[in-house]
């Protein structure tokens, strides 16, 4: 999980990199700085777990540690997203860029498809407002990331996150 969280420091990173809002960069690059420090945290907290052994305590403070990291995962997406409504500037040559450029315009494909059909049905009461029974939560990044099949046959055991490993290739 923490090498899983480098992943996600790296696609925050990229975006942040390439996007048009100066707010919304600095947010997301504040939000990978944040899982950075927690994957790094985690990282250690399971080589020590893995060496002392079983005890209730590392149990608990790797728990604790695995929430963090998800809470900060979640705030890196929830940055991105908007960092991918304000606008993103142009994908360099680099691979792993233009990876995320495309994650990232199908993900905004499915918001612009989900927001035209709820124009097109429109469920809205005598005020205007829109009814909330039967509607359908807008795409967000995690859905898309959770709707990815995994593909556990590229992945080693013990994956090297710098040996030609690209943010997308593995299930976030």
């Known amino acids: 999980m923490a090498s899983d969280g480098q992943v996600v420091v790296k696609f925050g990173n990229i975006l942040a990199k390439h996007c048009l809002d100066r707010r919304c960069s600095t947010e997301l690059l504040r939000a990978a700085e944040h899982t950075q420090s927690v994957s790094s945290q985690l990282g250690i907290v399971a080589r020590v777990k893995a060496v002392t052994g079983e005890s209730k305590a590392s149990s608990e403070l790797l728990l604790s540690n695995v929430q963090n990291l998800i809470r900060a995962v979640q705030h890196v ?6 960092a991918c409504v304000k606008g993103l500037g142009q994908a360099s040559a680099d691979p792993e860029e233009e990876e995320v450029a495309a994650f ?5 494909k499915n918001l612009t498809q989900h927001r035209a059909k709820e124009a097109l049905n429109s469920d809205r009461d005598e005020l205007g407002l829109r009814k909330t029974r039967g509607a359908k939560a807008e795409p967000t990044l995690m859905s898309l990331v959770q709707e990815q099949p995994p593909r556990s046959r ?3 055991k013990h994956p090297n996150p710098r040996k030609g490993r690209t ?3 593995r299930h976030l």
Do not use: G, H, K
Not at 77 to 82: T, V
Not at 104 to 108: D, I
């Open 77 to 82: 997406l929830r940055a991105a997203e908007a």
């Open 104 to 108: 990232c315009q199908q993900w905004r």
């Open 154 to 156: 590229d992945i080693p």
């Open 167 to 169: 943010v997308m290739d």
